[in-house]
Each structure stands twice: as structure tokens, then as C-alpha cells.
């Protein structure tokens, strides 16, 4: 008996044939896997099946987490137009299972169910006398596909069937017929030669041109995009939760020396912590073609981790693994997801490429545990707890380079952020050229450095670090982010907005994650850069950046809200700048200046770097009337590294100061430096 084909329910047809699910005439979209899940439900209808039935049946052989089931299902009942409670065709069973709730009809090709009442699933072949069975959208879509098989049939010189309507046995008459039908086989033979010639020159013809295609679209399209998401915990056991993130941006780590390979940071992932995962919109939301997702479940010493490689867009799975090893052993997992990775997007490395992200040196288990429970605070901004456990790290192994590079990392945030300032800056740069000694092409390190090295008055040694590393991989956002950040410092504005653009070209989360494009606004394109901000209202730094463009663009009333809005998020350095502009509207002249005052002293005593801040409390010192104090933080500003003479000599905002002596001297000195960095580097 022949397996059933379609099946029928309320307005919808499955048809197992091209794996479609229809609605009257129309498809509707369903990726392969919730296909998949519709069919098993469908077949099983008015059974409960429990989960572990139908994750045996969509994932055979696979270790997957049950999340995965209800986000099938999730989008099963979004494409049926299924609102929450409704249960008109799938029922969830609490803690159990599912089943399918609405009449089903089901039929094999041979087989229609109550044809009479159902016209449209019946098509008449002309010229048989007979009744074909056809399952289709309508009768005219129907006649169509009849009349392209008659075509077709002609094509291939197949003689159709004749219907005789009366019987004769005249001798003439069969003759004729006869003849007929010989000169009609001859016929039927030349157009068949004629339309195979005419075949083979087009194959020959589109073969060409295909390959030209190919060669333009493998040019335009550039380097694949993958997003590698943190790993679920089965157990959600809060002592094992640290390696969901650790682990996948150990993989990300691995991956960014690949040139053919844009990878998302972590930066850009760690929001999706236990969450569970819509692949379409998690890929639409990164922008990426390619996801891996993965689970793990600790078992005291034995750890199994499972994980799936998946094209976004036809929710393919291209490759998928499991992992099973002792604790100790966690430094292989992101060697061999990496090598998986490679393999199954086909990727071919050079020799430079298969050397950094072959196997790394042994490391002491404990110091890598350590590590990634490092990382792991780091990505939260526990800035101190990261520190010492990092510092463990590199006390039970100092010979593992990564330990340091994030040691690096942490010491330097714990600077700005907690204004840990001078001392917190010298330890980073040691942990920096630690790692950089154990590992002299260490990506991370020389991208950290480099930003330490901007913020403490030292571009012209950042540039030469940020240029190698895109050497190594010209496809790294942050790379290119960090050198438009050291040119901006530098006065070389229209070269910032070129790297900055291209990170955010391989990379549109860099916009997203909270960066702003400072160069549009020190060029006066207020718009352009009001227009380039990411559209967050939680981020402080990017409200901030909002109130400022505001500022500039003298639209007091909004900006004051903003910096107002922006302190009230999080009384950081810049957002305290802020929050005295807006006592400046206010003309809270008091208040402001104290606050200016108070952070002045605190950025000397604890020299805290990022002289672009010091530059703002210049220009908020101005806004009062103080130009004393607006000399002193601009000399400040200029003399720790924030040249950007191109900016100085335009800004509205330093108008209060053009006359005044001082003033010109600091201008000379921002040039003088701004001009020898466009000779060395330009």
C-alpha cells in the first residue's frame, strides 16, 4: 500500500511531494527542520508525542537541547496563523509532549479522499477518456502542467495517444493513415534532433556564462559571515554556566586569524546566554549566513559537548558533532570545532592560516579553566573578579599567552572604566608584551595594545601593530575600528571614516554594539553622524554621543534631556561631561563646574588616560565662560596624545578661545605633530 502523500487539515495541504506546506494556492514559509516537525505531528495526529519522541525523530543520532524542539514548534504555529491558547491545531501537553489536534485527511496519489466534493483535485488528460487523480493547487494550474508534459512529449518525439471516436477497416483509409503517421514519426525525429542540437549549444552557452556569474558573485560576495553562539547548558548548574560563553569564544579566538571568514565577536553573541535561539532572526539580527549553536552537560569530571553547523537561510545543517572528554581536556574542544568548522564550509587555508589555528601549546588544565572563567567575568565588565581569576591563570601557568592578552584586557577597562588609572595602565601593557612574547602574532594582544596604547598618548605606536594584524587578516572589524580610532586621534579624519566604514561593512554590529563614528561629527556632518549612531536608548554612551550631536547642532532643549537621560543610565566619565553641558543650559553654572572640577582632579591624581575625554571637559569648561580652565585641559588634552588639529581649528565649540595667545601655542603643537604623523604614516 502506497505511503500517504498529502494530507489535508482546515485551510493548509502538506505535500510530502515538494516538501510544501500550502494554503489554498498559496506556500507558506517553513524552514526544512519545522517542515520536518509539521509532518511527524501531522502523521502522529490525536497521539501525544512525547519530546523524546520527536527529537529522536528530527534529531536522529544527534545530543541536542530541548529548546531546539520548542522554537520548532514556536515557528510550526506562527506559519498556521496559530495565536498563543488557541491550541486549533498543535496542544502542548505540560512537561510531556505535543500532539496535533485537528482533523487530518490523508491520501496517496492513487487514493483521493471524497474527490466528488473536492473539483480542483481532479484533471482530465485529454485525449485518454479517462480520469487521472492529481493533487493541485487549482483545475486551471492543473491544465497548465498537462499542457506542458503534451509540449514536452512532443519535444522528445513521443506520439500522443490518439482518441478514435468511431472504428473503421477501409484499406484506404488505414493507408493513409499509415502514411500519415510514418511522415509524422520522420517529422517528430528532425524536431527531435533539432531541439537536442539546440539543447547542446545552450548547456554550452549557459555552462559560460555560469562561470562568469560565479566568478562575479564568489567576487562580490566576500568572506563567508558566521556568528559561533554561546553553548547551552543542559544542567544550568551555575558553577559549570561560565564555559556556554568561555567555549565559544575560545572558537571565535581560533577562527579570527581566517581570512575567507568574517567571524562575530563575542561582544556581538554574549547576549544570547541561555536564550533560546530563533536561527532566522539570530541570523538576521548578526547578519550572517552561518551559525553554530551548540550545547553541554558537565558530569563531575566527563563532559559531553555537542554542537551543529547551520546555513541561516535554508536552515540546512552543514556539519555537527559531539565531543566527549574528561574536564581536563577542554583545551581540544575549540581545536576541533575550528578544524569542523573549516572542513565543512570548505575552506581552504594557507599555510600561515592552518599554522594559527592548528593546535595550540599544552596548558596547564587548571590555569585554562581559570582562563575561561576570566573570560567569561570579563564579558560580563567584572572587571576586578576577572582580574584575579586571570591572574590566577598566569600564576599556575605563565607560559599560556591568552591568559595574558586578557589579563591585558581587564587591567586596561579597570583603568578607564573604575578609573584604576596609571597603575592599571602598566600592567596591562607588561601583560601585553608578555603575550606578545610567548606569542608574537597573537591577534588579541596587538589589537589590546594598541588600544592602550591610543588612550595613553602613544598613537604612533599603535598604527604599526593595527597595520600587521589586518596583514594577517584584512577581514578583522576591530582591527579596522581601532586604526580609525588611532587616525581620528590624529587629526586624519576622512582616513578614520574609511577603516571605520569597512569594519562596519564586515561587520554591522560594530555600529550596533554601541560605537560611534566620531569623525563625521568633528568634520561638522552633524546629520551624518546623528544618522550613523545605532538606535540604543539603553546605552549611556550612545545617549551621550546623541546629547552631543544634539549640541553641536544647538537643539538645546533635546540635548539636555539626553546627557540628563544618558548620566541617569550610568554616571560614567563621559556621561558626567554631559551632565555638566546640560547644568550649562540650565545654567546650573555651580553644579557643573563642580562636577568638571571633581573629574579633572580625579583623571590627574589617578592618570587616567583617554585624553579625547579630557578634550570634552576643555570645550564644557568653555561652555561656562572658564577659558583658564578650558587652557589647561586642552594643554592636557593635546600633550597626552589627542592631536587632531584638522578638528581644532574648526570647532564652533573652542570659538571663545581663538583669540586668545595660548591658544594659537597649542594649535602649533597639535599641528606640528599632526603633520610629522601624516609624513611618517601617509
Known sequence: MPENQFYEFGPFILDTVQHLLLKGQEPV???????????????????????????????????????????????IRKALGESPGQDRYIVTVPGRGYRFAAQVRAWSKEKPPATADRPELVARVEGTGKQE????????????????????????????????????????????????????????????????????????????????????????????????????????????????FSLADAIITKLDYVRSL??????????????????????????????????????????????????????KILGRGTIDLRYEKLLTVQDNVAQQIIKELAIKLSPSEA????????VIPLAYENYLRGLDLYSRHDFPPAIKMLEKSTAIDPNYALSWAYLGAAYTSDAAFEFGGRDQYDKARAAYERALSLQPGQLEAKIFLANLLIDTGKVEEAVPLLR??????PNHAEAHWELGYAYR?????????????????????????????????????????????????????????????????????????????AFMLDPTLYTQIGKALSDSIAHRDSEGLEILRSLETKIEERGVGDPEAMYK?????????????????????????????????????????????????????AQQRHQAFKKRFF
Open 29 to 75: 514559509t517553513l524552514t526544512p527542520k519545522a517542515y520536518d516537525a509539521l509532518l511527524v505531528l501531522v502523521r502522529n495526529s490525536g497521539r501525544m508525542l512525547s519530546k523524546e519522541e520527536l527529537m529522536a525523530a528530527l534529531w536522529p543520532e544527534s545530543f541536542v537541547e530541548e529548546s531546539n524542539l520548542t522554537q520548532q514548534v514556536s515557528m
Open 133 to 244: 487523480e492529481r493533487p493541485s493547487l487549482t483545475l486551471a494550474a492543473s491544465e497548465k502542467v498537462l499542457r506542458m508534459e503534451s509540449r514536452d512529449a512532443s519535444k522528445l518525439g513521443a506520439a500522443p495517444e490518439l482518441e478514435i471516436s468511431k472504428t473503421t477497416t477501409d484499406p484506404e483509409s488505414v493507408s493513409i493513415a499509415h502514411q500519415a503517421g510514418e511522415k509524422g514519426k520522420k517529422r517528430r525525429a528532425r524536431i527531435a534532433i533539432a531541439v537536442l542540437v539546440l539543447l547542446m549549444i545552450a548547456l554550452v552557452v549557459g555552462y559560460s556564462m555560469y562561470r562568469k556569474g560565479a566568478s562575479v558573485r564568489l567576487t562580490l560576495a566576500g568572506p563567508r559571515s558566521l556568528a559561533i553562539l554561546p553553548f547551552q547548558n543542559l544542567r544550568l548548574d551555575s558553577e559549570s554556566d561560565f564555559l556556554g
Open 262 to 315: 568574517t567571524v562575530r565577536p563575542s561582544t556581538a553573541v554574549q547576549k544570547y546566554r541561555n536564550q533560546v535561539i530563533d536561527i532566522p532572526k539570530v541570523a538576521a539580527d548578526l547578519n550572517v549566513d552561518t551559525l553554530l549553536t551548540g550545547t553541554f552537560i558537565r558530569d563531575g569530571d566527563e563532559l559531553r559537548i555537542t554542537y551543529q553547523l547551520i546555513e541561516a537561510k535554508t536552515d
Open 355 to 362: 599554522q594559527s589555528i592548528g593546535p595550540g601549546e599544552p
Open 468 to 473: 600587521e594584524a589586518l596583514k594577517t587578516n
Open 489 to 565: 586621534f590624529a587629526g586624519m579624519l576622512e582616513e578614520s571614516i574609511v577603516e571605520c566604514e569597512r569594519a562596519r561593512q564586515l561587520d554591522p554590529l560594530v555600529k550596533a554594539n554601541g560605537s560611534a563614528l566620531n569623525s563625521y561629527l568633528y568634520l561638522g556632518r552633524y546629520d551624518k553622524f546623528l544618522r550613523s549612531l545605532p538606535d540604543l536608548n539603553d546605552s549611556a554612551f550612545v545617549v551621550f554621543y546623541r546629547g552631543f550631536g544634539e549640541y553641536y547642532q544647538k537643539n538645546w532643549e533635546q540635548a539636555a534631556k539626553d546627557f540628563d537621560r
Open 617 to 669: 571637559i576643555a570645550q564644557a569648561y568653555l561652555a561656562f565662560g572658564d577659558k583658564a580652565s578650558a587652557l589647561r585641559t586642552l594643554r592636557l588634552s593635546i600633550e597626552n596624545g589627542f592631536f587632531c588639529y584638522p578638528y581644532f581649528t574648526t570647532d564652533p565649540l573652542l570659538d571663545g578661545l581663538r583669540n586668545e595667545p595660548d591658544f594659537t601655542a597649542l594649535l602649533n603643537i
